[in-house]
Antibody, heavy 123, light 108 residues
Framework: EVQLVESGGGLVQPGGSLRLSCAASGFTFSSYDMHWVRQATGKGLEWVSA???????YYPGSVKGRFTISRENAKNSLYLQMNSLRAGDTAVYYC?????????????????WGQGTMVTVSS | DIQMTQSPSSLSASVGDRVTITCRAS??????LNWYQQKPGKAPKLLIYAASSLQSGVPSRFSGSGSGTDFTLTISSLQPEDFATYYCQQSYSTPIFTFGPGTKVDIK
């Protein structure tokens, strides 16, 4: 069964750090782009980071310089190191698989999602 | 940055109704548009990719159309399990992705 399972969420103080993990199974992890997406309670989805098959990372401006995405293909694992956390980073964090349905990189969607892990930034 | 908007933000409908949700991009994104369904407490689920291609396993009552800046998601006959929030997402600016704000479909 194709599956993603996140872990590592919890309560952290503002300015603190947290490392999220995502364990993949049921597919060739190294062959896929991977993503983190977050969702604050009652709010919409926000793309947080991506990593390509070659390990190239990408971030939106809201987290650039504070978050670091990485992958360990030998362990079928994706990570998100989050530093300098703020109250606004409080959310459920999902990992998702990037599905490329064409040769152009823009032909991409998120076809498999984990169940999410909750991150709460509060004093 | 490409901004995505959706309308309406919420709607009430009955089982069997035809439902249409609109997504608009702030610039042309060709057909690089995906649709997701999310139920409360659950992860999103991919419904439509490339504006009109149905993801494997998704019922055929779901369809997508559009290109450029204007897109629609249509549910031809709303079923009880379709009450959820629907999000559009642009992949034109890959590896930067943007989601729309969502449209909540609830029971009338």
């Amino acid at each position: 069964e194709v599956q993603l399972v996140e872990s590592g969420g919890g309560l952290v103080q503002p300015g603190g750090s947290l490392r999220l993990s995502c364990a993949a199974s049921g597919f060739t992890f190294s062959s896929y782009d991977m993503h983190w997406v977050r969702q604050a309670t009652g709010k919409g989805l926000e793309w947080v980071s991506a990593i390509g098959t070659a390990g190239d990372p990408y971030y939106p401006g809201s987290v650039k310089g504070r978050f670091t995405i990485s992958r360990e293909n030998a362990k079928n694992s994706l990570y998100l190191q989050m530093n300098s956390l703020r109250a606004g980073d409080t959310a459920v964090y999902y990992c998702a698989r990037g599905f490329r349905y064409g040769g152009n990189p823009s032909w991409s969607a998120f076809d498999i999602w984990g169940q999410g892990t909750m991150v709460t930034v509060s004093s | 940055d490409i901004q995505m908007t959706q309308s309406p933000s919420s709607l009430s409908a009955s089982v069997g109704d035809r439902v249409t949700i609109t997504c608009r991009a702030s610039q042309s994104i060709s057909s690089y548009l995906n649709w997701y369904q999310q139920k409360p407490g659950k992860a999103p689920k991919l419904l439509i990719y490339a504006a009109s291609s149905l993801q494997s396993g998704v019922p055929s009552r779901f369809s997508g159309s559009g290109s450029g800046t204007d897109f629609t998601l249509t549910i031809s006959s709303l079923q009880p399990e379709d009450f959820a929030t629907y999000y559009c997402q642009q992949s034109y600016s890959t590896p930067i992705f943007t989601f729309g704000p969502g449209t909540k479909v609830d029971i009338k």
